[in-house]
């Protein structure tokens, strides 16, 4: 790997560190995330494979996804856990891979309590968790102590698997954080009632994992900085909870925040970069054990800050590690503006793994499927051609190149970009903006031949040895009397800035789109983190327990009706883990909602509908269509089986991003 430069960006992201017995080549830690790999003994290699890769990429530690200490602590049936010496033994393929590559693993131990989807969990209280299906049994006192030493034991056997460190899962609102928090620990043994007496557990874990493993080995805790739920802690809590633990043995402080049943969301894009910021440095000033900063941080540059701003001394990045292995790499090369940036859209990542799904990445397909999705230089001198600029002719373009081929990009707009232009301009998804750039600089550096404002014709194309066809999708303009009245707008003219709706506006089509538009329509572009955090009822945890206090109410910037034909409620094909945010601001912005419509007229009165058989107007200056995208298939045509279509191209229903990247990608590993 390229040493890093003298007059690096990143001086502090890049400096080594010592943690007991382990020094780190710089501060970055992959944070944990499941990815459905640990789950089965049969995708050991393939999880070696993927934590091999990033390893070559230079991050720091690597910290796995979560292993239970015990049965009853699976996050479902037949989960992953650390409780025999030949499970210790078998991770050896992981640990070796890594180590081969230079870095080193931390495995976390997590105790799911409560969250746990099976019919065997238990927890601090019989309490049911609103988002679990399972209510838990109480543990026995002695059942509590049994925990605390199976704990100390998965801690052991990590260490005899040849990890380099453990990380306690010690927030989010997992057994841990069930024994901490008064809202799910009503005990009255010595495991509960008073905050200290709530404390034993989590320092009984640090305490047998230390004895367990001696004196240096490092033990990472994970404390939850803010609850975010009703009865979480208070911050003197979490300031006394962590020195306690410092006492107790641990090493380094990871920070988490939020439960998982919170409704304040924590990572997606909505969420301000580095948001959570001030409160790992707040730890940190109460602390002496380095502390490590996590969520919503997803670019070197946040990293770097926060660490030159003494905030933290590790930064967590789990996404982002995803998105792009060789994020380190690209950072120590100072190459940071071709890094593949996560966009915390969670939609390939934690929707998949909260739908049983094996994790990737909508931005970096292959993540998960390093040993299957494989773009290995090609012997062939061959050309391609890609027509359409857009996420699938994009990925199309950047992965041919990488393989050797020498590319022809064709766009007919004046700008790369397609699809992803409008979905950057969403408020909460300007992330995309850093995919776009990412692509950019790729095209250059592979030297990917660009043009711009140009057609492909057939006789063009027909000069290259491979055609791949990306040429996308043109809005729908659904058939409704009077479609053609100057309200009328396409929501491609509104987010493009073509168009600026007047205050009334009615919105036809509630799918992704639909949605993220009446977002546009009614957000103040002047909103700071400050305001954010203020609409969600994030609120200082010194005043306020688990940091939570009243929502402050929004101001729209227009009326906003958001209508569709179906009967079922709006927003419910959104992600699992983001949809429920985006539907919970359409809340806060007044958005008005009709489903069961039938459209029936748009004149100078407004937008005619019938609903349940009555007759309505909406009165509106605008109408924005959003009723989904057709294809784009000039290019398409029987004479030409040998051209690969990819993206909406191919198939424009709910085509997104995700869909349009991994096609793309897997047309071009099989050329
Ligand atoms: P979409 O999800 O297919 O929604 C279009 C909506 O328009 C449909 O729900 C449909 O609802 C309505 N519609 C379809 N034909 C119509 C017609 N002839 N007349 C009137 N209404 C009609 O498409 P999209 O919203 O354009 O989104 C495109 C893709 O991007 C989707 O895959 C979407 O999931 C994805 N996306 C995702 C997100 C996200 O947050 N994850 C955000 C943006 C986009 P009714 O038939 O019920 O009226
Ligand atoms: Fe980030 Fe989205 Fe990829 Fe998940 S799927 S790692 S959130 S870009």
Redesign the pocket.
């Known amino acids: 790997m390229t040493a890093t430069p003298a007059t690096s960006p990143y001086p502090h992201l890049l400096a080594p560190i010592t943690l007991g017995s382990l020094t780190l080549r710089n501060r970055v830690v992959m944070g944990s995330m499941h990815t459905g790999l640990e789950d089965s003994r049969r995708h050991l290699p393939e999880l070696a494979a993927f934590f091999a890769e990033r390893a070559r990429g230079g991050v720091g530690l690597i910290v796995t996804g979560g292993y239970a200490p015990n049965k009853r602590g699976w996050l479902k049936p037949l989960a992953s856990e650390m409780t025999t010496r030949l499970q210790a033994m078998r991770h050896r393929e992981v640990t070796d891979a890594v180590h081969e590559e230079g870095g080193a693993i931390a495995l976390q131990v997590l105790h799911a309590g409560r969250y746990g989807y099976h019919p065997f969990v238990v927890s601090a209280s019989k309490r049911k968790s609103p988002i679990s299906l399972f209510t838990p049994r109480a543990l026995s006192t002695r059942g509590v102590e049994r925990t605390a030493s199976d704990f100390a034991r998965a801690v052991g056997l990590a260490e005899k698997a040849g990890y380099d460190a453990v990380e306690i899962m010690g927030s989010e609102g997992y057994l841990i954080n069930q024994f901490l928090a008064a809202r799910t620990n009503d005990r009255t043994d010595a495991w509960g009632g008073s905050a200290e007496k709530r404390m034993r557990f989590p320092l009984e874990v640090v305490r047998r994992a230390r004895q367990e493993v001696g004196p240096d080995f490092p033990l990472i805790y994970r404390i939850s900085l803010l609850d975010l739920v009703e009865d979480g802690q208070t911050w003197d809590e979490v300031v006394t909870l962590a020195l306690l633990l410092e006492e107790a043995g641990v090493t380094v402080l990871n920070t988490g925040i939020g439960w998982h049943e919170a409704r304040v969301p924590t990572i997606i894009t909505q969420v301000p970069r580095g948001a959570w910021r001030e409160a790992t440095a707040r730890l940190k000033a109460a602390v002496s054990v380095p502390v490590c900063a996590s969520n919503r941080i997803n670019t070197p540059e946040l990293a770097e800050s926060i660490l030159a701003d003494g905030q933290a001394d590790l930064v967590s990045m789990a ?1 982002p590690l ?2 792009d292995p060789d994020f380190v790499a690209k950072a120590m090369a100072d190459r940071g503006d071709e890094i593949n940036t ?9 929707d998949h793994t909260f739908s049983n799904k094996r994790a990737s ?4 397909p292959r993540a998960c499927h390093e040993t299957t999705l494989v773009l290995g230089r090609t012997r062939r001198a061959a050309s391609v051609a890609v027509v359409g600029a857009g996420p699938a002719g994009l990925s199309s373009a950047v992965a041919a190149a990488e393989r050797g081929f020498a590319v022809t990009l064709f766009e007919k707009s004046a700008e790369l970009g397609g699809q992803f232009r409008l979905a950057m301009a969403v408020p909460g998804k300007e992330d995309f903006a850093d995919t776009l750039r990412y692509y950019t600089r790729r095209l250059d550096v592979l030297g990917v031949d660009v043009r711009l404002g140009t057609e492909a014709d057939e006789a063009t194309l027909a000069a290259y040895d491979e055609v791949i066809v990306a040429s996308g999708v043109v809005p729908r303009l659904p058939a409704i009397p009077g479609i053609d009245h100057p309200s009328v707008v396409s929501y491609a003219d509104v987010l493009a800035g073509r168009v600026v709706p007047g205050h009334r506006v009615a919105v036809v089509g509630a799918g992704g789109i639909g949605v993220d538009v009446s977002v546009w329509l009614t957000h103040d572009p002047a909103e700071t983190t400050d305001d954010w955090m203020a609409h969600w009822g994030v609120g200082d945890p010194s005043v306020h327990p688990g940091g939570l206090t009243e929502r402050k109410a929004r101001s729209p910037l227009r009326e906003v009706t958001l209508i569709q034909r179906k009967t079922t409620p709006i927003g419910v094909g959104l992600g699992k883990t983001s949809g429920w945010a985006h539907r919970a601001v359409l809340k806060q912005s007044g958005v008005t909602q009709v489903s069961g419509a039938t459209y029936d007229l748009i004149d100078d009165a407004g937008l005619h509908l019938t609903v349940d058989g009555e007759h309505r107007v909406v009165e509106v200056d605008h109408v924005v269509v959003c009723a989904g995208q057709e294809s784009v298939r000039d290019l398409v045509s029987d004479a030409r089986p040998d051209w690969y279509v990819v993206g909406g191209a191919d198939v424009a229903a709910e085509l997104d991003a995700k869909r349009a990247i991994k096609q793309g990608t897997e047309v071009v590993a099989g050329l």
């Open positions: 996404r995803l998105a996560c966009i915390a859209c969670n939609q390939a990542c934690l990445c909508l931005v970096n």
